[in-house]
């Protein structure tokens, strides 16, 4: 069964707009990390967001928040004004074990690419 | 403050050959992971190593990859007798260690591209 599943393969957004990417999760485990990573078309995995799953609020950086919706098992992205410099594709990634005993891989979605219009 | 360096960043070998990809974590770091992503697929978990140590080896194929983390210089990612499917980007990641949380945020390398020919 798929643990992690990003329904999207690809979205378009304008430029300034803002722009959610879903993904839903699927666990048994109580304790666990949900991140999101941008691979650019230079192929690099850069961290952009974590949420634990005991976290009270969803967190922030940037333009970047989680929708953190934990009764759906949803973990969606939401990019803020968007730019042209975040054409790319985003994997949503699970960690389980968060709290210890952490088994320490992560999880990795198949991916929705997303391209900012100018 | 370098990143996680991976080399090469493009290897190219014939079927039979051996690949040696190599990871240096962060500054700091002492826990390493290597993924694989197949064309249009994420990422997928190999291997998780500390010093000297393998902890998780669950993702690794049986035969013929092989990791080690030695207590001097960096991870390797062995591939022995490579054949086409073995072709992908391999990715080594990083993290400090600290059992769960946001503090032990794997950062990856900008991984290495394998060619099979």
């Known amino acids: 069964a798929q643990k992690i599943t990003q329904t999207q393969p690809g979205m378009f957004v304008q430029e300034k707009e803002a722009v959610t990417l879903d993904c839903t999760y699927d666990?048994?485990?109580?304790?666990?990390?949900l991140f999101w990573y941008k691979q650019p078309s230079s192929g690099e995995m850069i961290f952009l967001i974590y949420?634990?799953?005991?976290?009270?609020q969803n967190a922030t950086e940037g333009r970047y928040s989680l929708n953190f919706q934990k009764a759906r098992k949803s973990a969606n992205l939401v990019i803020s004004a968007s730019q042209l410099g975040d054409s790319a594709m985003y994997f949503c990634a699970m960690r389980e074990g968060d709290y210890g005993g952490a088994t320490n891989k992560l999880i990795f979605g198949t991916g929705t690419l997303l391209a900012v219009q100018p | 403050n370098a990143g996680v360096m991976q080399n090469p960043r493009h290897l190219v070998r014939r079927r039979g050959q051996e690949a040696r990809l190599r990871c240096s974590p962060m500054k700091g770091h002492s826990h390493v992971y290597w993924y694989r992503q197949l064309p249009e697929e994420g990422l997928k978990f190999m291997v998780y190593?500390?010093?000297?140590?393998?902890?998780?080896e669950s993702g690794m194929p049986k035969e013929r990859f092989s990791a080690e983390f030695p207590k001097e210089g960096p991870s390797i990612l062995r591939i022995q007798q490579v054949v086409r499917g073995d072709s992908a980007a391999y990715f080594c990641a990083s993290s400090p260690g600290t059992s769960g949380t946001v503090t032990d945020t794997q950062y990856f390398g900008p991984g290495t591209r394998l060619t099979v020919l």
């Open positions: 949420q634990g799953s005991y976290d009270q």
């Open positions: 666990t048994s485990d109580p304790s666990y990390g």
């Open positions: 190593l500390q010093k000297e140590n393998i902890i998780d």
